[in-house]
């Protein structure tokens, strides 16, 4: 019994420690850094563990965003180009590798911008840029406990239909900020 | 089987290409004209683009509730309705205080354009304002109309093939509004898994309204679709993948 007391209160004691040592406040301030910064933060729809051979390079790119946008806040009249430096350079696409955001399209009815990522001179993603923000907290809420929803593969169909589904005014406004896009990577 | 007697017809209107196409005896001329004239008699008292439209009056101040037209107000009931009805996920006000019910008109006008044609004895027809669609009845073929959903990348291809059978059928995108994404009860941004969102719902009113709702819930989304009788959802993941209600798959039948 005692043993078990003495060791309980060992347990207590190292828990106060781990919660109050002086590291370990140090990461929720970077956190709310960013939540806080004005713009456009780091897209971190890729940042899922379930990726394809490319997305290590495009995380790395990311995060190497994320470190600019830090130091550099002053600096905003580029903030959509960042040069990758540990990937040699081959420019054998017409345009210059990096990560470069359109302009903000008007759909109408929606607005959004398109983010590209340039590699080896080639276009190699472009997605929209849903969020102007990303923070812990929405993203604890939205990943509560949710029913398993069935998945299937995206397929890529020619079929004849009658009509299509899906906002043509934001296919054209993708279209905009995406040229808009690609002709900073020139 | 001889394709039966279609007109079919797209105009610009309210900043987005609609397309109706009438099929069988009834189809006529004047009657798509009739319809794209309510499209663009709903786009002057409604559009935020246009000065002298109602709703830009009463957001100046110029002219309240209570003496706006009769649509106006069933608008703004219909918007505050869907409020509610999605806990604040459906959000007609904007930050600055004014209204912007573009959210709730689209689906609206196409409903309000599908009653008009099956009061002059269109029976069949496919109605599609800017990707929302209203269909009824059988296509020049005779057979059911297919809706196919667009694909979010390969824009001049598509994802699925569905078969509304008289549903409305919306599709709501990433690419929504600030207002729109913004969680309303933590002010928090909403983050999504989703580039698109496809709904199949009673009628194209009820289906976009709650693609519009069901969307800005980000992953909540499609369990909200989930509990909600009567509509089945199809969703587009960022990587790629496409996440389906359990009853969905019965309208890839024809």
Known sequence: ?186 | MDGMKNIKEVRDIMGMPITVEVVGARAARSVLDEVFAYFTYVDEIFSTYKTESEISRINRGELSLETACADVQSVYEAANQTCKETDGYFNHRTPDGTIDPSGIVKGWSIQKAAALLKERGVENFCIDAGGDIQTNGVNTDGTQWSVGIRHPFQTDHIAKVVYPHGKGVATSGTYLRGEHIYDPTTGAPVVTPFISMTLIGPNIYDADRFATAAFAMGKRGMHFIEMLSGYEGYAITHDMQAQVTSGFNEYTKS
């Open chain 1, 1 to 186: 019994m005692k043993k078990i007391i003495s060791s309980l209160i060992f347990i207590f004691a190292f828990a106060l420690y781990v919660a109050f040592r002086p590291h370990a406040a140090a990461s929720p301030i970077i956190v709310s850094d960013m939540s806080s910064a004005p713009t456009i933060t780091p897209v971190i729809i890729y940042n899922t563990p379930t990726k394809k051979a490319t997305t290590p390079v495009v995380r790395k790119t990311l995060n190497v965003t994320t470190v600019k946008k830090q130091t550099s806040v002053k600096k905003a009249s580029t903030p959509s180009m960042m040069h990758h430096k540990q990937i040699p350079v081959m420019h054998r696409g017409p345009y210059v590798d990096g990560i470069y955001t359109g302009q903000i399209a008007d759909a109408y009815y929606e607005t959004f911008q398109i983010r590209v990522v340039i590699k080896n001179g080639s276009l190699v993603k472009a997605y929209p840029l849903p969020y102007r923000q990303y923070n812990s907290t929405s993203q604890y809420i939205n990943n509560y406990a949710m029913p398993v929803l069935s998945s299937e593969a995206l397929t890529i169909q020619n079929a004849q239909v009658n009509t299509i589904s899906g906002a043509t005014e934001t296919s054209r406004a993708f279209r905009t900020s995406l040229a808009d896009a690609l002709h900073k990577a020139t």
